[in-house]
Every structure is written in structure tokens, then in C-alpha cells.
């Protein structure tokens, strides 16, 4: 049976009340979707510190350079390194950012930093870019709006919005979204909604705070929520072989790029952010061999994300930021490796308003040594080595106002304390005037 | 010959079966193997017990009276065992347990569980577990020099052993030596990541200590004075305007806090001083170790750390034993006295229970077992959650009802493991079922989600946890007709009539009885059903249950 129509008959052949209120529910959704388009977001997260001389910013024949190689671009006279191929020819779409500093040198504090662009703080935890997102619109979806797709250790968290904003996760697109398919059929599910839940809730709420579920609890709402998920048509969103294959050959046959396709049909649909992630990044030995292993992966999916998002015409909807929690240091350590590098690293930023075919930042190609001794230390200048400095707050406030978000908007937080979607300043350069 | 060997396959099959079915019945039918606890009477009659708890049960009187608000009935003993099982072990009581539990005098009920509970592993593992997310976090912490287990085994067994709770965090704040075989140094190297170049992290270790140890939210004072009022360290009469020097002159006592040369000799102190560049200074300045209030309890001599755990656990420092009371407070009722949990004003505007249950703590020695005990045997713990009146939230601000709150992520997995199961999965349970268990909470808190230290924030069901719930692999395993350990399966094999089964369901999952509308409906529903049409139903009405807002909801 369609689903759709199962769910239909399971409100009405019921009579559940609180079932058929979301019958009406859907109706409503569906005929909202018709409107405007908000802007969304596809975070591509490169997960333990992509070296930025392996990827977008190589130094090839200098002293740290590697044996990396540089290749031309879509952009006159700007090369990334020869790892990236597919993704120099889309480079016009996007704006190149080689000077992202920031002030953690730790995997796990480093990515709460990049993805809500604040350092980490024991008072409270602070939403996540793709939290901030949904939390400024209307939710007029049947599937959830914020959406992880091979998350690693740390996805997407919702924080002091609370845990309706945290990321959706699922693995590989290509296996079913876990714990969505009822284990019974159609009529016991609906037996078990109805006759045994229903009684079950109508028992509890019985002389205890009035409006339970409404005021306090809101576990049948979630329940008709999590039922209109299962039973919605939007889930075709997820699978990529509705796609042509030649479509799902350009982002490469594993789960990262199957995870940027459905991300494209994900926002296409209406879903606000979807973060995709490519984790092994992390090369403390044989870094030239393992970043290549990875860029191969990146540089199809990347690709494909950016000529797609082109071609159906959603590039002006759709921000796109693709980089990680730091970089890599310019020093190749005695096993071969790059160790972490917070000083100086690199991001590439599409959409909206993002200026098409530019490069921001520069970093030294042979910084002082005395520097990259320092490695991970927080302490460094960063201004001594990388030109036009991006600190992770302003990328932040510069990710928000292209997302239309006022990024000064003050937050009456939990607690009490009003705090801004962002401290950091709105870098123009980065933006169309 | 084919046919032959099928029927000795279907014989072996069916005599597999049959073992299985008189193993299970075996189990459900055998004696129990909890013992009660001798003596458990002592502990209340201790001295001043009585005293404490009815000045607890007058103040708590005195705000219900002055909101001009009237007490929900008491609740029934059951309902109470499961509050104490959920707040001291993390899941609901077993069949086995609700027995045993039965057999106790009626009026010893409360007082022989809490006992119980209190002597059991369990509680003390599962009571580490939540300090230990306040000491140090969630965060996997620096590799290698931070191991969890170790510190959280090792506060378990200050709990289980009794040790007073001063002795506890003077410890863990002035240990020395490594992280491995003194795990109590662990609440220092939590803090040493790659950045702080092998020492301690005096910024984080001063934020931790103010909050975890004293409830004062104080991290604002880390960048700036504090211009919103927020934090003062004086009393209503003479208040003490927050300032970045407090903040700092704290951080200081750990700045001597570093790893030896040689690393085995693990954290030592040194010389080092704390420097800082106050905001609208142009210099870095040398900054003295000093405490934020009541400066005359701290200690002259002594190592910095030392003088400060001096400091915090000393009699007279009240904002140690509130911030226990509090925190203690939040576990039992899944909310604190005072919100947030790790905010307790220093003035008097504190209810007056906190102060009661504060001095009656460092009268005692600073006894956790004792303070649980006063709250579990007070009014408002025993307070029913439901009303003959319409309960308003401000019903549950003054305690007059129990409060309806939503179960942490390890009590669903906890509860929804013991309600599966009709013996009690503890430490006497096998090792295979044990592990099993732990296994299975891990996968379930993965796909259901983590709260992290933020605990006792309220926080909305979601859709991920809602379809965990509904369709996951616990459930599902649980619930399922044909499973052989499941209590579904097992109820429908070894019970027939339809009345008792779904009785000894509600008991076994909810801790109650079902009401007469609830047992009619059911028993309706499984009416004329054999076989495994009926297990199949039996299965549904756990499944039901499992997913009743009831189930994860503490009441």
C-alpha cells in the first residue's frame, strides 16, 4: 500500500484523534511547499584536518611543498594541487578561502569551533550552523530538515536550541534509513497505535499537569511526527537511484559521493542543511599518500556537487562550504606526516551571494620556523604567515549573512544569557556587494 | 532415509524447545536471589534523622502553605520503588524485585528498597557515572592521559565503601602521581590537551571547580567583570559585583598543576606562576592564587591545590554542601532544587530545605547515603504525581505533587532492558546476560542520543528517539512473538490466563497495575487468541507500553 495511504486509513479507520489531526497536518504541509525558497545550506566536512597544501592551497617546489604539484584552474592564473582535477574545472563556481585561522588545535574542540563558530565553552553548547538555519524558519517538511549523512564522532548538534535541531544522522544512502520501517504490518501497527497506545495515554494523562503532552512532554507529538515520517513521500529524497547513472557515477561509487547527490535531492526538497562527511584526514604519517587517497574521493563528489548544483539551476539557493576542522602543518614530520595546523588553512565557499571564480588569503610558502615549530599551539601569530586572516567567528557571520541571516540577531539563551548567532564580523570581500 | 533424518531433526529441535521452556519456567518459578539487607532500620534511626527530616517536611509545608497550594495524595509504595530504582540504578524494578518487594512488610517497604539499592553495585557505578559527567565531561579527553574507567571506577568504589564526601574532592583536587594508578588525578589531566603543553588547563580546571563544587556559573568573569548582575559572591545585605580577578585569582591555584620530568611520576606541582593580561590592560601581571568569597577559610599553608580543596570542603564553605544538596536533589527528582543544577545563589534566596539538608550533610560527615535517604523518606518525594485537583506547574515548583519528567537517555535503555526481562539484571546476573546488556545499551544510546553533562536540562523528545522507540532493535527483539528470552514470549508460554498476563505485564514494565480500563481493553484484545496470534498480541501490548509517554516519563 502507498504510504501516504496507509497512513490515512490508520487516522481514519481509528478515529485516533491525535492521528487525524496530523492527517490535517499533512495536508497543510503539502500545500505550503509551493512557496518561496529560503536559502540552505551543504556543509561538505572533511573530518581530522585536510592539509590545505595537498588540496586547495599546494606550494609545490618549495621547502614544505611536498611532492605535491599544482594544476590550473577554472580561475585564471590560480592553481590548487594536481589531487583535485575534476574540482579545478568547477573552481569558477566558487570562492577559494586560504586563510581560515583558528584557535583550537584539538580534533573535538576544533570541530564544535568550525561548525558553530564558537570555542568551545563549559556554560553552554552552542548550535550548530545547520541548527541555527532551521531554527530560523518555518518547518514545513515531512522529513527532517537537518540531515547528517556519514557523520563521524561529532555531527551537527542542535545545543542550547535543544536536541529538535541536532542533525538527523544516517549512513550510506545506499542502505534503508535505519528504524524507519515499522516490524508489523499495517494492521498490527495500527492496532498498536490505537487501541493499545491510546489507552495507554489517555490512563496517564488523567489527573496529572493539564496539557501534558502540549505543555510538558510532547511525546504524542513526536510520535505523529515520526509516524508522518515513515509514511512520507519525501523519502524518496534519499535514493540516489532515482538519478540518472551517469548522475551517480559523477560523484563516485561510495558513500561519501552518494551522500552528496541525495544532499542535493535532500535540499531540493526542502531540507535546510545537510552535512555530508568525508572523515581520514587525519595523516600524522605517509600524508602525501593518504591525503591523495582521500582527495580522489573529494575531489568527484565535490565536483559534481558544484556542476550539479549549477546545472538545476540551485546554486543561488544553496551555500556550500567544503573544508575541516583545521589544517595541516607545513613541516613533514620524520614519519612522513603533517601534523595539525590551525594557523592557516582553507575552505571553498559557493552560493548565494559568494563571489564566483575568487581567491581570499594567501599563506607563506616558507613560514618562519621558529612558527611552524609551534604546530597545534594557539599561541602563534597567525598574521605572520597567512595574509587577510579569516577567523573562524567571522567565516561565521560572513556564512550567515549569505544564508540571509543576521548574524547579530541576540539569543535570550537557556540560562538567561543573550548571545548572538555570531560574534565575529561579516568579511565583504567574500561577497557580491 | 531423508524423512527419517527430519523427523530426529524436528524431535531435537522439539526437545530444544522443551529444555528451554522448563529453564524459563524454572527461573520465573524459583526462589529469589535477592537478600534483604540486615539492619536497614539503623540508618534511620541515626542520630538527629528524624529531626532533620521533619524540619525538611515542615519547610517544604511552610512554601506549599504560603503559594496557598494544597499536597497531592502520597503516591503507593510501587510507584515510590520505582522513583528510588530510577534516580539510584537507572532502570525500573524487575518482577523479581516487585516479589520480593511484596513480601516486605508494608510500612518497611520504602526504607528496606532504599537499603537495598544503596548496598547494590549498581548504585554506586551508576551514581559515579553521573558525578563523573560533571567532574570531567563527555568528551573523550587527551589520548592516553585521561582514562575514564579508571577514574569512574574508582569514585564508585569511594561511594560504595561510604567515604565521606569532602575527603572525595579533596582528593581530586589535590592528587599527584598518574592517571593510572592514582585515578582520582584524572579530574586534572581531562584538561590537558595538546595546547596547554603538558599542564593542566587552569581556565577549564577553574570553571569546572565553580560550578561542579560550589554552583557558580562564574565562566563570564573568564573575559570580562561581570555587568549583568549575574554573579555575586556577597550576600543580599553587601553584594560583591563578579570580577575577572576572581575568576583568575581562582584559575591560579592550578597554574603549578604539570606533568613530571619523567612523565611516570605523572602530575606534580611546580613553580610556575599564573600570569594574565586583565581586559583594558596593557600588561600581562602576575596573579596570586585567592578564592572568590570567604577568603578566612582558606588556609595559609600548604601546596596551591591543596589549600583550595581545603578551601572548598571546609565546613563553613555552604556553597559546597548546597551545591551537593542540589545536585543530589536532581538525581532523586530528576530536577534540582535550584535551577540550573550547577547555580545556587550564595545570599539566602535559596528555599529553605537546601539549607536544612546542607548543614544536616556536614553534620553527618558528609554522608551521600544519609542525604539520599532524608529525601527519599520526605513528603515531597513521596508525593503522588497525579491529583484529585488541576495541577498547575506551580504545583510541582513548591513540591506539592511529584514532578513529571522526562527520563535521561540511560534510564529508557536501563528501564526498557529490566522491563524485558523478568529477573533482575544486576550483579548476580549471568556474565553473558551482563554483557549482552552492556552492549545493548551502548548501541541503543547511540542511535538514541547522549544528553552529555546537561543532564537535567529539559529537553523535547525527537524523532530519531521517537523511531528508536517504535522500531529499533531493542524493542523489536523485545517485543518479538518467537523470541525465547524476551518477557513477552515468556509471559505468553507460561501464563494462560488472559487477566494475569497482562497484569504481570504492567507490573513488569510499568510497575503497577493496570486500571480497570486499561484491563478490560487488553484483555479484550488478546480475547479468543491462542497460540502465536496470542503471543503476537502479548508482543503489541509490550510494544505499547514501551512506547507509552508513562514509560519514559518519571512520575
Known sequence: ?433 | MVARRRLIKRLLMGAVVLTALLIVAATLRRRTRIQPPQQFQAAYQANAFAETLQNVNQQVQATIGEAELEWAPAADNLTIARRLSLALVGSGLSLEEVQTLAQVKESDQIRWWTSYLLEDRRWSDYFADRFSRAYVGTNDGPFLLFRRRKFNAWLSQQFSEGRAYDQIVSEMLSAEGLWTDTPQVNFITATMDDANEGRGDPIRLAGRVSRVFLAQRVDCLQCHDDYLGNVNFGSLDQPVDGAQTHFHELAAFFAGTAMADPVFRGIVEDEQEYQFEYLGESETQVVAPNVPFAQDLLPDDGKPRQRLARWVTHTNNRAFSRATVNRVWALMFSRPLVTPVDNVPLDDTVPAVMDTLAEDFVNHRFDLKRLIRLIAESDAFRRASRAPFEITEAHEACWSVFPVTQLRPEQVAGSMLQACKLTALDGSSSIFTRLKAYGDTQDFLKRFGDRGEDEFDGQAVTIPQRLVLMNGKLATENTNSNSMTGAASRIATLVEDDQQAVQLIFVSALNRMPSETELSKFVVFMQDKQGNARRKAIGDIYWAILNSTEFSWNH
Request: with cysteine; net charge negative.
Open chain 1, 1 to 433: 500500500m502507498h504510504r501516504r495511504r496507509m497512513l490515512t486509513s490508520i487516522a481514519t479507520a481509528t478515529g485516533a484523534a491525535w492521528m487525524t489531526r496530523f492527517a490535517e497536518q499533512l495536508s497543510r504541509a503539502a500545500e505550503g511547499a509551493a512557496q518561496t525558497r529560503p536559502k540552505s545550506l551543504m556543509m561538505i566536512w572533511l573530518q581530522g584536518g585536510a592539509s590545505q597544501l595537498e588540496t586547495f592551497d599546494p606550494h609545490p617546489g618549495t621547502k614544505y611543498g611536498g611532492e605535491t604539484r599544482g594544476i590550473t584552474t577554472s580561475i585564471p592564473n590560480v592553481q590548487i594541487a594536481d589531487t583535485l582535477p575534476a574540482t579545478a574545472e568547477q573552481l569558477h563556481h566558487a570562492t577559494l578561502l586560504r586563510s581560515i585561522v583558528s584557535q583550537e588545535g584539538d580534533h573535538e574542540r576544533a570541530t564544535y569551533h568550525l561548525k558553530t563558530g564558537w570555542r568551545p565553552d563549559p556554560t553552554l553548547v552552542h548550535p550548530a550552523i545547520g541548527s541555527v538555519v532551521c531554527y530560523q524558519s518555518a518547518n514545513n517538511l515531512e522529513i527532517p530538515r537537518h540531515i547528517s549523512i556519514v557523520p563521524g564522532e561529532w555531527p551537527a548538534r542542535g545545543g542550547y536550541l535543544g536536541p529538535s535541531f541536532d542533525a538527523f544522522q544516517i549512513g550510506d544512502v545506499a542502505a534503508p534509513i535505519p528504524n524507519l520501517t515499522p516490524r508489523v504490518s499495517e494492521e498490527s501497527l495500527t492496532q498498536r497505535l490505537d487501541v493499545l497506545l491510546g489507552t495507554l495515554e489517555d490512563e496517564f494523562q488523567r489527573g496529572r499537569l493539564a496539557n501534558l503532552n502540549r505543555q510538558r512532554t510532547l511525546h504524542q507529538t513526536a510520535t505523529e511526527n515520526a509516524v508522518r515520517m515513515m509514511s512520507s513521500d519525501q523519502l524518496t529524497a534519499f535514493d540516489v537511484q532515482q538519478e540518472s547513472a551517469s548522475t551517480v557515477d559523477k560523484f563516485g561509487d561510495n558513500a561519501f559521493g552518494r551522500g552528496c547527490l541525495a544532499g542535493i535531492r535532500l535540499l531540493s526538497a526542502g531540507v535546510r542543511c545537510v552535512e555530508v562527511e568525508l572523515g581520514g584526514w587525519d595523516t600524522h604519517i605517509n600524508n602525501h599518500e593518504l591525503q591523495s587517497s582521500k582527495a580522489r574521493v573529494l575531489d568527484a563528489a565535490l565536483a559534481a556537487t558544484l556542476s550539479e548544483l549549477h546545472a538545476r539551476d540551485m546554486l543561488n539557493d544553496t551555500i556550500v562550504f567544503c573544508g575541516g576542522e583545521f589544517g595541516r602543518t607545513p613541516q613533514i614530520n620524520p614519519a612522513g606526516g603533517r601534523d595539525h595546523w590551525p594557523h592557516g588553512f582553507s575552505a571553498v565557499l559557493a552560493g548565494g551571494n559568494f563571489r564566483r571564480g575568487y581567491v581570499h588569503g594567501a599563506t607563506a610558502a616558507n613560514p618562519e620556523s621558529d612558527i611552524i615549530n609551534r604546530k597545534g599551539n594557539a599561541t602563534v601569530d597567525p598574521q605572520k604567515i597567512t595574509e587577510n586572516i579569516v577567523p573562524v567567528p567571522d567565516l561565521h557571520a560572513t556564512l550567515l549573512r549569505a544564508l540571509g541571516i543576521d548574524h547579530e540577531f541576540e539569543m535570550q539563551t537557556p540560562v538567561g544569557r543573550p548571545l548572538r548567532w555570531s560574534d565575529g564580523q561579516v568579511v565583504t570581500d567574500l561577497l557580491q556587494s
